[in-house]
């Protein structure tokens, strides 16, 4: 157990439909990033925050959306969903902001299990 | 971000083989990060590794980091069973932390 939390574990839903997904980090992680998986195009980082400021960008569509809260919680909104949006959706925590190098370590994200969503 | 290759996609061995995964970039690494997922599961840091030439080793797991910094592999001594999974290499890229991850290798281990 990583100590990150993910809800729902599974979501069925319909085309055009928007859904939440909500993750709550390890006690005392600041960042949490959010990564899809998909079969045919591996891990790919969609955004990350710290500390309830968004830190950086990837691969993340216009009809995503996410945000940190105070309570360092985070939530994924995903809009106007299609077919190819079924996938496994990570996230993961860390204590710092990342790119840090001083030790073996010192990048480690902790992932949670994951919400699998699929897209009918 | 960069791309890190990843090689092979799949590798088949008996348990107690060896396996080998490597991670290869065209451009000069700032750091190289490992993840095992077994199936069904999600993630799980293994390593990170900063300087050039870096060999590192948990049990029978051996990290390298090339003089270049532009090639990685993790070596498996004599494996076992519970080393079944998918093992990722990934790297960051410039200043904002974006963790950019290789397509994975999956081991299956024969008994």
């Known amino acids: 157990d990583s100590g990150v939390t993910q809800t729902p574990k599974h979501l069925i839903t319909a085309t055009g439909q928007r859904v939440t997904l909500r993750c709550s980090p390890r006690?005392?992680?600041?960042?949490v990033y959010w990564y899809q998986q998909s079969l045919d195009q591996g891990l790919q980082f969609l955004i990350h925050?710290?500390?309830?400021?968004?830190?950086a960008k990837g691969n993340i569509l216009e009809r995503f959306s996410a945000q940190q809260f105070p309570d360092l919680h985070s939530e994924l909104n995903l809009s106007s969903l299609e077919l190819g949006d079924s996938a496994l959706y990570f996230c993961?925590?860390?204590?710092?902001?990342?790119?840090?190098?001083?030790?073996?370590?010192?990048?480690?994200?902790?992932f949670g299990p994951g919400t699998r969503l699929t897209v009918l | 971000g960069q791309q890190v290759m990843q090689i092979p996609q799949y590798q088949h061995v008996q348990e107690g083989e060896d396996f080998t995964t490597y991670c290869n970039s065209s451009?000069?690494?700032?750091?190289i990060q490992w993840y095992k997922q077994r199936p069904g599961g999600h993630p799980v840091f293994l390593i990170q590794?900063?300087?050039?030439?870096e060999v590192k080793k948990q049990k029978r797991l051996t990290f390298q980091f090339g003089e270049a910094k532009k090639n990685s592999s993790l070596h498996i001594t004599a494996t076992q069973t519970t080393d079944v999974g998918t093992y990722f290499c990934?790297?960051?890229?410039?200043?904002?932390?974006?963790?950019?991850f290789g397509r994975g290798t999956s081991l299956i281990v024969h008994p």
């Open positions: 451009t000069t690494l700032s750091n």
């Open positions: 925050y710290y500390n309830g400021e968004e830190r």
């Open positions: 993961a925590s860390s204590v710092g902001l990342g790119g840090q190098r001083w030790s073996e370590r010192s990048n480690e994200q902790f």
């Open positions: 006690s005392g992680d600041l960042s």
């Open positions: 590794l900063v300087k050039s030439g």
């Open positions: 990934a790297e960051e890229s410039g200043g904002s932390y974006i963790p950019t």
